[in-house]
Nanobody
Framework: QVQLVESGGGLMQPGGSLRLSCAAP????????MGWYRQTPGKERELVAA???????KYADSVKDRFIISRDNAKNTVYLQMNSLNSEDTAVYYC??????????????WGQGTQVTVSS
């Protein structure tokens, strides 16, 4: 199973910033969207932010104006700049990529998850 490679998680104090990165291998073609979900114990995975190949973005209400998603199509890499972090942002963050082939079949690929902990 092809997996995306995430980096950048860790421990940060409230009010601080972290930047997550996620790279998709070159074997994945026609990536139409990339983004990030997060999950905490006992809760469903929630969409944090997503970006299409033409730059359209979508954010969860809880992170609007604090998080910025960006993408380097040439590198098949997506970034999540997280600012003004608070304890509610503590979670495991999962990167995903959605590809669509010439028959319009969709495939989803996931990263291994990276822990983000916001605590003083």
């Amino acid at each position: 199973q092809v997996q995306l490679v995430e980096s950048g998680g860790g421990l940060m104090q409230p009010g601080g910033s972290l930047r997550l990165s996620c790279a998709a291998p070159g074997s994945i073609f026609s990536i139409k969207a990339m983004g990030w979900y997060r999950q905490t114990p006992g809760k469903e995975r929630e969409l944090v932010a997503a970006i299409t190949d033409d730059g359209k973005t979508k954010y969860a209400d809880s992170v609007k104006d604090r998080f910025i998603i960006s993408r380097d199509n040439a590198k098949n890499t997506v970034y999540l700049q997280m600012n003004s972090l608070n304890s509610e942002d503590t979670a495991v963050y999962y990167c995903y990529a959605k590809s669509v082939d010439w028959l319009y079949n969709e495939s989803l690929f996931w990263g291994q998850g990276t822990q983000v902990t916001v605590s003083s």
